[in-house]
């Protein structure tokens, strides 16, 4: 048996089978190639997840992350501490947000923020039936408020009512969002770019009418960000480039860049009228080993251009995968922006997918018949060439 086979067996004893996982134990990575159990070498296209942007390896974020192990873990929220204060003010600077409540992860970023806005709805008027308006197709997490408003009957189904009060419209559906709104209608939340549902961005009048809907009628706009941001559009955060700001929005996945933090954050006008002491609470949530991974990350992020980066290399990214679909009758669509791409297939993707890891590429989709793309923010051209290699002898072999 090999090393990976050990583990696998090992993995399937003990783990809650809730994963369908592929057969690969990772064991070390540097920049964008990752190195499995026994050795064999991969070129990364999917970041953990849309999560690791910097690239494995990134000195300056390890170094940040060991001096502070040295230092201080962690302290809880009953006090003040320095790499989390710091890691606030940038994470508001370049976001255009005033208030930022630090998670351990994205679920609990969305949990934050529905809770933000049910709270500013209350205090302007105590009831306990405002409404939240959601899109179809979105994903926002797991646990029971992030899985109400995630719009995939599937994950949802075996799991009760959820939270109550929420009601789906379709996604770049202005119309419907229009008419789903009540007098209840609290918050609007959607994905800036659809991840989990298929790699669909929002149509620019969608959002900058979704903007001037609930901006007439006082319903907060909450942006989820978490996969989206972080540059990986090629702005810091994807609404950026609409030219619209939320009044909460979610960030989380590269926020950390592996460290498990994410972060809800709302406008000084939405936080006067929203949670207060003892509304919320984290025992972790922002300790100052988290505070010190955003703020290295957040360095790197300006040090190195992450954005402009990826807005230099998407044309090169854009191409190859224009030139996959005109190659290949069974790619039906390519949509996407910036790092955050997807080829849409005529058939289901997990075979493509496993066969490009056995040529040493790692891919992940998108629901059954899409393959995404995005990889660490720090790729270069050479390594766009190499996934197109890998990815069109697979197509070819078929
Ligand atoms: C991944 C993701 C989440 C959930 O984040 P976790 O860290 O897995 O809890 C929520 N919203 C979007 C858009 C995501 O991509």
Not at 61 to 79: E, M, V
Request: aromatic content about 10%; charged content about 25%; proline content about 3%.
């Amino acid at each position: 048996m090999s090393t990976s086979e050990v583990y696998i067996e090992k993995g399937e004893k003990n783990l809650l089978h809730t994963y369908n996982r592929f057969p690969i134990v990772l064991d070390h990575g540097k920049g964008v190639f990752l190195y499995d159990a026994d050795g064999k070498e991969y070129l990364d296209f999917s970041a953990g997840i849309a999560v690791f942007a910097l690239g494995y390896g990134n000195e300056v974020y390890n170094d940040a992350l060991k001096r502070q192990i040295d230092k201080l873990i962690h302290t809880s929220n009953l006090y003040y501490n320095a790499p989390a204060v710091i890691a606030a003010g940038e994470l508001c600077r370049i976001s255009g947000m005033d208030r930022v409540f630090f998670t351990n992860s994205g679920t609990e970023a969305i949990e934050g923020a529905i809770k933000s806005a049910l709270k500013y709805a209350f205090t302007k008027k105590p009831a306990d039936d405002y409404e939240i308006i959601a899109m179809e197709n979105s994903f926002h997490g797991r646990s029971m408020g992030a899985l109400s408003v995630t719009g995939n009957a599937h994950y949802r189904e075996a799991f009760g009512t959820g939270i109550g009060h929420i009601k789906f419209a379709e996604f770049n559906n202005l119309d419907s969002v229009k008419n789903a709104i009540t007098d209840k209608t609290c918050a609007v939340i959607t994905e800036t770019l659809q991840g989990e549902g298929g790699i669909y961005p929002a149509d620019e009048g969608f959002l900058k009418g979704l903007r001037e809907l609930c901006s007439e009628r006082d319903i907060l706009l909450i942006l989820d960000e978490i996969q989206c941001g972080m540059g990986r559009t090629g702005y810091m955060f994807a609404f950026e480039e609409y030219g619209i700001k939320p009044d909460i929005m979610t960030a989380a996945k590269a926020l950390g860049c592996g460290f498990p933090v994410g972060a809800f954050l709302m406008t000084e006008r939405v936080a006067e009228k929203s949670l207060k002491p003892g509304d919320h609470g984290s025992t972790y949530g922002g300790n100052p080993l988290a505070g010190a991974a955003v703020m290295a990350v957040l360095d790197e992020y300006e040090e190195k251009d992450i954005a402009g980066h990826v807005r230099e290399l998407t044309p090169c990214l854009s191409e190859k995968l224009e030139s996959i679909k005109s190659e290949f009758d069974i790619v039906t669509a390519h949509r996407g922006k910036g790092f955050m791409q997807g080829l849409e297939f005529s058939v289901p993707v997990g075979d493509i997918i496993r066969n490009c890891q056995k040529e040493g590429l790692l891919l992940i989709s998108a629901g059954a018949n899409i393959i995404r793309f995005v990889p660490p923010l720090v790729i270069e051209k050479e390594h766009i060439d190499r996934m197109y290699e890998i990815l069109t002898k697979v197509l070819q072999d078929r």
